[in-house]
Nanobody
């Protein structure tokens, strides 16, 4: 299974910026999707952004124009640049790695343990 190690979370003022990173190791498949999800207290985990191995991106409406996801395939690392942060962005952010099994095309997900982002004045 793929191991994911997240870093970059912390406390930031509204309007500030943070950059999250997630390094993947283990059984890395060339065709995959990496992404970021977040979960606030009392709420369900929600998608923030994803990026395919080919570079195609997808963002939640709430972060469009403020967050940018990118990846470095040579380093097996995905990043999330978060600008213009709002208190509503406060959550535990999880890294996700998704690949597909060859024999039945089934989905296999790997998750990091999360990094806390707190936006407060």
């Amino acid at each position: 299974q793929v191991q994911l190690v997240e870093s970059g979370g912390g406390l930031v003022q509204p309007g500030g910026s943070l950059r999250l990173s997630c390094a993947a190791s283990g059984s890395i498949f060339s065709i995959n999707v990496m992404g970021w999800y977040r979960q606030a207290p009392g709420k369900e985990r929600e998608l923030v952004a994803t990026i395919t191995s080919g570079g195609s991106t997808n963002y939640a409406d709430s972060v469009k124009g403020r967050f940018t996801i990118s990846r470095d395939n040579a380093k097996n690392t995905v990043y999330l640049q978060m600008n213009s942060l709002k208190p509503e962005d406060t959550a535990l952010y999880y890294c996700n790695f998704r690949r597909w099994r060859i024999y039945d095309s089934g989905v296999v997900d790997s998750w990091g343990q999360g990094t806390q982002v707190t936006v407060s004045s």
